[in-house]
């Protein structure tokens, strides 16, 4: 039997992509606040043949979180993969005028709700599923205090957990995508010559490829 996949943060950027892309495979379980996203998301994946489940809500709210997650039971059994996407990319600021209420934002969808997720997911991943993380090293950049603070203190909590996991499984994987021309990244460097950066399509199939996701179909 192949269980589905979950992405976190699905709506846009390399969590659209990766959707696409493993939607080759597997029934996508598609979550993000945006619920136009993943209806044009959800457009694409059934032009291409593959199928998807839509789940649009607020992962930092737990209720909704333990409700998608009994549902996932419920209905398949588990999963096999689950692809953490979803991050919040407060302004770029000295860290003398970090803004409080990005602050805030930063640590509960970053750092919090990362902390939520995985004891609510792990269960439903299989001894040999995946669980992946995306990390950005730009903590201790000038500027960057807010995300690349919180981004770090994420990618920290998924190293703990990948090393808790070595013989038990799931395998817990870390990789850091390349330059791509996000939402995201075009807060970060407005004015970028786009052009010359990967585009989330192709970074999705090298991130599938790496981490050989369809041989867990």
Not at 84 to 104: G, K, M
Not at 105 to 130: C, F, Q, R
């Amino acid at each position: 039997m192949t269980y589905p996949i979950l992405i976190t943060g699905a709506s846009r950027g390399l969590g659209a992509a990766l959707a696409l892309q493993l939607a080759q495979k597997f029934h996508v379980i598609a979550v993000a606040k945006t619920a136009g996203g993943l209806e044009e998301l959800d457009d694409r994946i059934q032009a291409s043949g593959g199928q998807a489940t839509l789940a649009p809500l607020d992962i930092t709210d737990v209720n909704a979180v333990r409700h998608l997650c009994r549902s996932i039971h419920d209905r398949w059994g588990g999963l096999q993969i689950w692809a953490h996407c979803a991050i919040h990319a407060a302004p770029l600021s000295p860290a003398n005028c970090i803004d409080s209420r990005d602050w805030d934002k930063s640590i509960k969808l970053n750092v919090t709700t990362t902390g939520m997720l995985i004891p609510n997911v792990a269960p439903l991943l299989h001894d040999n599923g995946k669980a992946i993380f995306f990390d950005d090293p730009c903590g201790g950049e000038k500027f960057f205090g807010s995300y690349g603070a919180t981004k770090a203190a994420q990618i920290a909590l998924a190293k703990s957990w990948q090393a808790e996991t070595v013989k038990t499984g799931p395998k817990v994987e870390i990789i850091t995508p390349a330059p791509m021309p996000t939402a995201t990244r075009a807060r970060f460097y407005p004015g970028e010559d786009r052009s010359a950066l990967t585009s989330c399509d192709s970074e999705a199939a090298r991130i599938t490829t790496a981490l050989d996701l369809f041989a867990q179909a």
